[in-house]
């Protein structure tokens, strides 16, 4: 396994309760694929239980993952206020994950293509 502590944190907790507090009805361009993209990253750890949601206090029914794409460092909730909230993910990060999946130059989404 790398080293999850040299990879860049995408976003980190009070960012996203940031920005989810804030009305937020913008479509994300290639959301699909990037929802993809972020539950498709390296599993670096496995933490026991599941996250819990920032906004409502619910359960998120996904298994709580720190992922990594040895350049960028995220938790696995973060696909899931990307898809259930629209959170919008830092550009920089944006056209990595898109320049990673049309060139398919990553193992781990190789089977991801921009469509």
């Known amino acids: 396994m790398g080293n999850?502590?040299?990879?860049?944190?995408?976003?980190?907790?009070s960012k996203i309760i940031?920005?989810?507090?804030?009305?937020?009805n913008t479509a994300i361009p290639h959301k699909k694929e990037l929802?993809?993209?972020?539950r498709n990253g390296k599993v670096e750890a496995v933490a026991a239980g599941r996250a819990t949601d920032l906004l409502t206090g619910e359960?998120?029914?996904?298994?709580?993952?720190?992922?990594?794409?040895?350049?960028?460092?995220w938790d696995s909730?973060?696909?899931y206020y990307v898809e259930k909230y629209n959170l919008?993910?830092?550009s920089d990060f944006v056209q990595h994950a898109l320049d990673k999946i049309v060139t398919g130059s990553s193992s781990?989404?190789?089977h991801l293509r921009v469509g």
């Open 108 to 110: 781990t989404i190789e």
């Open 18 to 24: 940031e920005l989810l507090s804030k009305e937020n």
């Open 4 to 13: 999850l502590a040299e990879t860049k944190r995408i976003i980190d907790n």
């Open 88 to 90: 919008p993910l830092p």
């Open 77 to 79: 909730s973060l696909a």
């Open 35 to 38: 929802i993809a993209y972020l």
């Open 59 to 73: 359960r998120i029914q996904e298994p709580w993952l720190l992922l990594t794409d040895e350049v960028y460092g």
